[in-house]
Every structure is written in structure tokens, then in C-alpha cells.
């Protein structure tokens, strides 16, 4: 080994060690100067702020916001504790946020502080934390969640301001579905004898149907003598019934977004979409063109997810020529194996498409061989050894991140409360143009696999354009940006409008 090599594995022994402690922030002094220089220069550590940093990876190219984003959450509690001495808490609007499992990375974080200095702390990619200073509530309402300090759940429910109940429904309606029962929020309401926000919270319950809950708030109250003036914070109904009981709230957060977002998708994909014309499809004639587009279909879907295939090796692929154990061309690609992978899934996709135009219901089609999809897919990279067996056993069983975005997907438990969410959403859909559109996007934001969750998403898409009559339609990689960001838009911003006219433009 040569004195630079030496001198890099040295650093990145002394990284190790830190990360191997669970060590996110990294601060100037947890390493040596020379070692910090030498890491920052080869792109192991990048730095956020002045005296601190985080583990990166090399080959993130520059302006690449994806080693942040996955780190923010873990950066920001280290951050904090250090500089606030554990003196600190979010504030309640962004306790819901975690309480509900949305890490969605915000440009500014507000924290509440004793020591705070009522200005913003700037980091990288145009966020923030801003730390006001003000007192924190007692500690009975205090609770920490994935090592960040945050209101319990009662009290951010009670405390979080008016306004939230109208810019973020969604998140509100989820959280509290997570009650169970009144004295949850009547110890707080009582303790701090807030008969205002006591009539917010009763009309909020009674709004989402646990009227339940809003009485013994009202009961609670009057015991004190406390009268209570009743005011629904929302400022629309829902239509959907939640259960008397806890329900994982990502699973309430997912209907809640998929009924919100329902209407915006009919609204802006073109009124024939509307109206399904299945009974007018010719099936063998369907079938044929969806074949015919394999060739287009798997370069643009496969150059989307950055594999670097050709049309040639397509070819070569569906010829059934192609033998990793033979091929000296093909073992130049490891890249081969994925187009093989595309191939026989796709080959699995057509059979789906071919029962769904038979009239079978698509959201059972789809929970029934989307595990023979993905096994597909991956297939040929197991036996080539580049993927390990392990992983084809189903959902993943840890975390994962998009690249670029600043959408956290659910954690592993919550994966499998959501898919056969998701099923029976699809299920029960009746409008065709609603079902391309979320069992789409509701898929990628899940991210229930490790890999191929893009690829996936996007034969799903064409599974419920076959429910409706519609031609399978390809996504084209010289708008991958476009596409991309429209899916960030729905992710972050709960706005599925621009990827609704994304999906629209391309039919």
C-alpha cells in the first residue's frame, strides 16, 4: 500500500470508529486536523456548517443533496443538544410532524429554547433551524421521539396553532386519529385551563367523526367549570370513517392523502380518462402493442433509474441469445443483468394487464403477483451474485432514501401496515384516472423495497391504465426532471397536481 492509500485508511479507521458509536454529527474536534482534511478531500465528510460535519459519500457528485437529507433529523438532534445543553424542544406544529412518521426534511426547523437566540442557524441546500427563546412546557409534555426532543403528542395537539388545522389537514387528521381516548388531551386542556383551544380540539374530534372523544371534552371541562364554545379548526369535512381504535397513523395519513389528493386528479387529467372502455378493447390487439413497446418502454424506465443499457442490449436480452455465463460482451455490463430482470418482469406485467382486461379487479391483480414482479426483476442479478438472496424475500427491512429528496419513506413497520393499505384503496377506486395516478405516486412514497421501487411504481401505473382502456404509455427519460420533481411536489408538498399534468401530457 502506498503512503496516500496508508494515510486515507487511517482516516477512514478513526471515521469507523465514530460512526460504529452512531455518531451522525461530526464535530472538529471527534478528529484530527489532518484527518478531517484528508476525509473532506476525498469526499468522506462533508461539512454543514463551520466546526461541523457529516459522512458522505464519494461518488456524490457536486450540489448532491442526498447524504444531507438522510442525515438532517440525526444532525439536527446532536446540533441542538450540544449547542442548547438538552435544553430544547421542536416546536408543536413539527412534533405532529414526527409523531405521525412524516420526516420530510423542512427548510427550517423551529425550536424552542431557553437559550434560544430568536435567529436562524443556516446549514446547506437552503435549510435552516431557528431557534426561538422561550420557556419549554413541563416535562410530563415533553417526550423524545428518534432522539429528537418534541411536545407529546396531547399537548402539540392542544398547543399547535389555529392556522395548522388549515395549511396542514392532513397531518392534523392523522395525529388525531392517534388519540384514544379524551383524558389524552383533558389533562393538559385542565392543566393549563385553556377553554379556547379546549372548543378547537372539540370541534376538531367531532370533525373526524369521534364524537365520542369531543363529549368528554366537554364534560371534562364543565366539571371545572370551564365553559367551552365549540369550533370546528377545519375548514371542510372528511368523508372517511376512522376506526374507534388507534390505527397506525401512516395508514391514516395515506387515506387522508389519497381522498384529498382524488379530487385534484380528476380534476386535471383529461375528462375521457373519466370513463373506463374496457368492454371495447380488443385484448389480442392490446397485448400486441403493449409488446411492441418493450424495447422503448424498458430503455427510458431503465435510464430513468441511471442503468446505462442500450437498445442493442435489449435486443440481445429479449432474443433470449443473452447467457451471463457465457457472454464475454454481456459480463462487461453489470447492467445486463437488470435488463434481463426488466425483461421478465415485464413478461409477468403483460400476464397481469391480460387478467385485469378479462375484468378481474386491478388492485387484486396487483396484490396478488407484485411479489413475482419484483422477484422477476431481480432474479437474474441474484444468480450473477450481485444481489443477495436475502433480498428477495420481500418488503425491506430497514431504512431507505431517495436520492435528491427530501421525502423520508415510512420506516420498515410501517411499510407493512400501508401496502395492503394501499391494495384496498386500489381495490375499492372506481375512477380509472385516479388509480394511475396514486397507485403510483402512493407506491414510490411508500418505497417498499430496497431497489426498483421506480420501476415498479411505473408498471403499476400501466396496470391501472390497462383497468381503464388506456394504452400503456411510456415515460420518457429526456424528462426524468420533470418527473421527478413532480413526484417531490406530491411527497413534500402533498401537491399531486404537477405530476397528475406530467402523466396527463404524456398520453
Known amino acids: 500500500m502506498n503512503p496516500i492509500s496508508q494515510k486515507l485508511a487511517h482516516s477512514l479507521e478513526q471515521l469507523k470508529q465514530l460512526q460504529d458509536q452512531g455518531i451522525v454529527a461530526l464535530q472538529s474536534k471527534m478528529l484530527e486536523r489532518n484527518d478531517r482534511e484528508r476525509l473532506s478531500k476525498h469526499g468522506f465528510i462533508r461539512e454543514i456548517m463551520r466546526g461541523w460535519y457529516i459522512p458522505s459519500s464519494p461518488d456524490e457528485q457536486m450540489g448532491d443533496s442526498t447524504s444531507w437529507y438522510a442525515s438532517f433529523w440525526d444532525f439536527c438532534a446532536a446540533y441542538l443538544d450540544e449547542r442548547l445543553k438538552q435544553n430544547w424542544c421542536l416546536s408543536p406544529e413539527q412534533s405532529i410532524q414526527l409523531h405521525i412518521g412524516d420526516k420530510t426534511v423542512p427548510p427550517q426547523l423551529l425550536v424552542r429554547s431557553p437559550k434560544g437566540r430568536n435567529k436562524p442557524t443556516n446549514f446547506i441546500h437552503n435549510t435552516s433551524v431557528f431557534d426561538i427563546r422561550s420557556t419549554l412546557p413541563n416535562l410530563n409534555q415533553l417526550t423524545i421521539v428518534d432522539n429528537l426532543r418534541v411536545y407529546s403528542l396531547a399537548s402539540a395537539i392542544v398547543h399547535c ?59 371534562g ?45 380528476i380534476e386535471h387529467f383529461p375528462p375521457a380518462f373519466s370513463v373506463e372502455k374496457t368492454d371495447s378493447i380488443d385484448i389480442d390487439e392490446y397485448l400486441a402493442e403493449v409488446e411492441d413497446k418493450f424495447l422503448s418502454d424498458a430503455y427510458h424506465s431503465l435510464s430513468i433509474e441511471g442503468y446505462r443499457v442500450t437498445y442493442d442490449l435489449i435486443e440481445h436480452v429479449r432474443s433470449g441469445d443473452w447467457n451471463p455465463e457465457q457472454s464475454d460482451e454481456s459480463k462487461k455490463y453489470l447492467d445486463a443483468m437488470v435488463a434481463k430482470g426488466y425483461w421478465d418482469a415485464f413478461q409477468q406485467v403483460m400476464t397481469a394487464v391480460e387478467r385485469v382486461l378479462h375484468g378481474e379487479n386491478c388492485g387484486e391483480v396487483f396484490e396478488a403477483v407484485h411479489g413475482d414482479w419484483y422477484l422477476a426483476l431481480f432474479g437474474p442479478s441474484v444468480a450473477a451474485g450481485i444481489v443477495k438472496q436475502s433480498d428477495l424475500a420481500g418488503y425491506r427491512t430497514g431504512p431507505v432514501f431517495i436520492r435528491k429528496s427530501m421525502h423520508t419513506p415510512p420506516s420498515r413497520e410501517a411499510v407493512r401496515d400501508m401496502m395492503p393499505a394501499l391494495f384496498d384503496l386500489l381495490i375499492a377506486e372506481e375512477n380509472s384516472a385516479v388509480r394511475v395516478i396514486l397507485g403510483h405516486f402512493i407506491f414510490v412514497y411508500i418505497h417498499p423495497y430496497f431497489d426498483g421501487n421506480g420501476r415498479m411504481g411505473r408498471f403499476i401505473m400501466n396496470l391501472m391504465m390497462a383497468s381503464g382502456g388506456f394504452s400503456w404509455t411510456v415515460v420518457p427519460v429526456e424528462r426524468r426532471e420533470e418527473y421527478m420533481q413532480s413526484l417531490e411536489a406530491a411527497s413534500v408538498k402533498e401537491d399531486i397536481v404537477p405530476f397528475t399534468r406530467f402523466i396527463a401530457s404524456l398520453l
Open 161 to 219: 396553532s389555529k392556522n395548522t388545522f388549515v395549511d396542514k389537514p392532513i397531518q392534523m387528521r392523522t395525529a388525531l386519529t392517534m388519540i384514544t381516548d379524551a383524558s389524552e388531551v383533558l389533562v393538559v386542556l385542565l392543566e393549563g385551563g385553556h377553554v379556547t383551544l379546549a372548543g378547537r380540539l372539540t370541534g376538531a374530534f367531532r370533525n373526524i367523526g369521534r364524537d365520542l372523544i369531543a363529549d368528554n371534552i366537554l364534560k
Open 221 to 265: 371541562m364543565d366539571a371545572a367549570d370551564y365553559k367551552v364554545k365549540e369550533a370546528d379548526p377545519f375548514e371542510d369535512k372528511t368523508s372517511i370513517t376512522f376506526g374507534r381504535r388507534e390505527v397506525s397513523p401512516y395508514v391514516n395519513r395515506m387515506r387522508l392523502m389519497w381522498h384529498a389528493m382524488r379530487d385534484d386528479v
